[in-house]
C-alpha cells in the first residue's frame, strides 16, 4: 500500500465528518475503488442518512459497478432530498425582493416555478414583479413564458379572460391530448361568445332607451310647438 492509500486510509478509521469522507471516498472512486467506496458510503449513510452527497457519490458508485437497481433506488432518494429543499428558492425571492434586487428575485423565483409550476402563490408574486412574457426595455433577458392551468385561472380570477384563454392555448400547444385541458379552453372560448350576446344585449337596450327617449322629446317638442 502506498503512502497515499495509507493516508486515505487513516482518515477512514478517524470518525471523520460527511464532508471529509465525500472527498475521501470520491479520491477513491477515481481510483477504481468502487467496492470499498459502496462499503463506505453505506456505513457512513447510517449515522448521516440525509447527507445527499454521500447518496449521490453512492448511487453514482453503484451506476459504475453495474448496479442498476440501486442506483436507481439511491438516487431516487437524492432527487427527493433536493425536492424537499426547492422551497428554498421561495425564502430567498422574498429576501431578494425585501433587499429591492427584482431581477435577481425574478431568477430564483423561475427556477421555484420550474419544479413548482402550479403554485398559485409563486404565480401570482411572478406576475406582480412583472409580465411573464415580455420584458421592458434594457431590462435584461425576457422572463420566463411560464403557462400552467393554475395560472390561466387566476387570469380568469382576475377577470382577464383573453388572457386566460390565451395561456391555455399555450398549454395545450405543449399537451395536445390533454382532454381536459381541451375541454376547459373551450369552456372559456365560450365565455366569450357569451360575453359577447350579453354586449349586444346591453347595447340593443340602450339604443332602444335611446328611441324611447327621443320619442318622448319630440312630443314634449310638439306639445310645446302647438301651445304656442
Known amino acids: 500500500m502506498n503512502n497515499s492509500n495509507t493516508f ?3 482518515i477512514l478509521d478517524s470518525s471523520p465528518s460527511p464532508g471529509t469522507l465525500f472527498l475521501v471516498l470520491s479520491r477513491l472512486k477515481d481510483q477504481g475503488d468502487l467496492e470499498r467506496v459502496i462499503k463506505e458510503c453505506r456505513r457512513a449513510l447510517e449515522i448521516y442518512p440525509e447527507d445527499l452527497y454521500l ?7 453503484y451506476f459504475d ?5 440501486q442506483a436507481g433506488e439511491e438516487i431516487e432518494k437524492v432527487i427527493q432530498g433536493v425536492d424537499d429543499l426547492i422551497s428554498s428558492y421561495s425564502l430567498q425571492t422574498e429576501i431578494l425582493i425585501r433587499q429591492e434586487r427584482e431581477k435577481e428575485a425574478i431568477e430564483s ?4 416555478l420550474a419544479h413548482r409550476p402550479a403554485d398559485r402563490d409563486a404565480l401570482r408574486l411572478m406576475e406582480s414583479l412583472g ?12 422572463l420566463p413564458d411560464i403557462a400552467t392551468p393554475t395560472l390561466a385561472e387566476i387570469y380568469l380570477d382576475q377577470g382577464q379572460l383573453d388572457r386566460a384563454i390565451e395561456t391555455y392555448e399555450k398549454v395545450i400547444a405543449g399537451n395536445p391530448d390533454d382532454p381536459s ?12 361568445g357569451e360575453d ?13 332607451q335611446k ?13 310645446i310647438h302647438h301651445g304656442r
Open 8 to 10: 486515505l486510509e487513516d
Open 55 to 61: 447518496r449521490r457519490l453512492l448511487a453514482e458508485t
Open 65 to 69: 459497478s453495474g448496479m442498476i437497481p
Open 109 to 112: 423565483l423561475r427556477l421555484f
Open 131 to 142: 409580465p411573464l412574457d415580455e420584458t421592458s426595455e434594457g431590462s435584461g433577458p425576457a
Open 181 to 192: 385541458i381541451l375541454k376547459r379552453l373551450d369552456e372559456l372560448r365560450g365565455m366569450i
Open 196 to 208: 359577447r350576446v350579453d354586449e349586444d344585449k346591453d347595447a340593443e337596450g340602450i339604443r332602444q
Open 211 to 223: 328611441i324611447k327617449m327621443i320619442s318622448i322629446l319630440e312630443g314634449w317638442l310638439s306639445a
